[in-house]
């Protein structure tokens, strides 16, 4: 079975959700091998193991120091080199983009980015892309190279299937390039003790509804421990900081579950959700266009059904 590679995310080895993600979806297409860079390896064993990580590659290059994507493509353009993969997985972040990018022109390879789902089919890998706003799926085939993908976080429901997992030490030595060109991209740090909006299995989202007070949304994301987020709307008027915006211009989340408080569904908005596994709305207008994407609507005033949802959540 052919190896696909998966470059795992991680702070100081402690793995995020999105590399347990890519290793399920690895497992569609292949024996999946983890790419592990930067510093305490053996922290993330165990967690890559339980998702089926075959091999667990790794380079204790100083050059591979967190955030530097040139030496991160090199090493991975290498691996590609010598273990022929069927796909290289790599999570759909700033960063993630800048190594995949890097990394497809160096092996000649297809590149697809922001797919939220990729599939194996007799052979081929298969990756889905919603574009222009939502209005359309796209489903590609890459013929060239080994297909590079970036996977949106929450596009596939983490499932372990733990595997013997072994360190693999790469001989790698950065290119004179790669020491001289530090691009760096800056991870977001989440103050509030809530998860990454981009991350989260959970987005609870307020809009202009709110009039300003996002007390009930933030109570009801912590009762679920969600991600707070919110409408332009909100973020234009100061009641909400702009790394929170949802939309075309904001970030796309694709959350399990997105609950739509006080936002009235603008194309916009709707791009950077609408691939949400389940999407709740709160809206006091039944009319709301929001209410035609829902699976669960709520016709009432936020600030009378946020708390009695918080409470529910509560007592469970
Ligand atoms: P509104 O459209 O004003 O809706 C507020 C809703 O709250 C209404 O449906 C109302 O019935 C409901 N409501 C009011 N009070 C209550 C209450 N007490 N309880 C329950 N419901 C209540 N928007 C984004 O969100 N993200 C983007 O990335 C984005 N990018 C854009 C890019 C461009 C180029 C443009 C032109 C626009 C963009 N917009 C974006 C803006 C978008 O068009 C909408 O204006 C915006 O999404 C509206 O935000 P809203 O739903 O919060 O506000």
Redesign the pocket.
């Known amino acids: 079975m052919a190896d696909v590679l998966v470059l795992v995310d991680h702070q100081g080895g402690k793995v995020r959700k999105t590399t347990a993600e890519l290793l399920t979806i690895a497992r569609r297409l292949g024996e999946p091998s983890s790419v592990f860079v930067g510093d305490n390896v053996d922290g993330a064993k165990d967690i890559l193991a339980r998702y089926g990580s075959a091999k667990i590659y790794h380079s204790g290059a100083a050059e591979l120091g967190e955030f530097l994507v040139v030496p991160q493509a090199e090493l991975l353009a290498q691996l590609v080199e010598q273990t022929r993969p069927a796909a290289v997985l790599i999570p759909s972040t700033p960063e993630g983009k800048e190594v995949a990018a890097r990394l497809a022109v160096k092996t000649g390879s297809a590149l697809v980015t922001d797919a939220v789902d990729v599939q194996g089919e007799d052979g081929k890998v298969v990756t889905t892309q919603s574009v222009f706003a939502g209005s359309y799926t796209v489903r590609s085939t890459g013929t060239t190279g080994t297909v590079v993908v970036t996977v949106k976080p929450n596009s596939a429901p983490p499932q372990q299937q733990p595997a013997q997992s072994e360190l693999v030490a790469v001989d790698f030595t950065p290119s004179d390039l790669a020491r001289t060109a530090r691009i760096t991209a800056s991870k977001p740090k989440e103050k509030s003790g809530r998860p990454e909006l981009t991350e989260a299995a959970i987005v609870v989202s307020g809009?202009?509804?709110t009039?300003g007070d996002f007390s009930k949304v933030e109570d009801f994301a912590d009762s679920l421990g969600a991600a707070v987020g919110a409408?332009?709307?909100?973020v234009d008027a100061g009641w909400y900081p702009h790394t929170s915006?949802?939309?075309?211009?904001?970030k796309q989340v694709s959350p399990q579950l997105y609950v739509a408080?006080?936002?009235?569904?603008?194309?916009?908005?709707r791009?950077?959700m609408q691939t949400s596994k389940t999407i709740v709305a709160?809206?006091?207008?039944e009319e709301?266009p929001?209410f035609e994407l829902v699976d669960f609507g709520v016709v009432?005033?936020?600030?009378s059904v946020l708390p009695q949802a918080t409470e529910q959540v509560k007592g469970r």
């Open positions: 809009g202009r509804g009039g409408s332009r709307a909100a915006q949802v939309g075309q211009t904001g408080c006080g936002i009235s569904g603008a194309i916009q908005h791009a950077g709160v809206n006091k207008d709301a929001i009432g005033d936020l600030f």
